[in-house]
């Protein structure tokens, strides 16, 4: 009964320390600040495809339709939120939403996505 016990707590830490989303899928990304560069699995396809759903007049209606197309921001405080992605040739692309400053999408510096 004891070693029965054991195998049950083992398995409920186990399945605690498993960070998936409603649908089994890890998420896309943290709303924690990225420190040294964000992890992504991201594309710049699909970062291209979620600007298209942003309005720069709009912020928090840009972050919901953007986070639920590709996720969670991979860095975001109180008056932005950023996503990072690959390029075709492995470069770091990058989508911005700002409350002040409106949206940008385009390239950035390589150390962002690592």
């Not at 709303?31 to 291209?48: I, V």
């Not at 720069?56 to 991979?74: E, M, N, R």
Request: aromatic share 4%.
């Amino acid at each position: 009964m004891r070693i029965q016990g054991m195998l049950v707590l083992a398995g409920v830490l186990a399945l605690a320390g498993c960070d998936k989303g409603a649908d089994g899928a890890s998420p896309a990304g943290s709303a924690a600040p990225a420190s040294g560069g964000a992890k992504t699995s991201l594309t710049q396809l699909q970062l291209d495809d979620a600007f298209k759903l942003t309005d720069p007049d709009h912020y928090d209606k840009s972050l919901a339709a953007v986070t639920g197309k590709v996720g969670a921001p991979q860095k975001s405080d109180a008056e932005s939120a950023t996503w990072y992605g690959t390029t075709k040739d492995g470069g770091c692309y990058r989508l911005l939403l700002t409350k002040s400053k409106g949206n940008e999408i385009g390239t950035t510096a390589a150390s962002n996505c690592k």
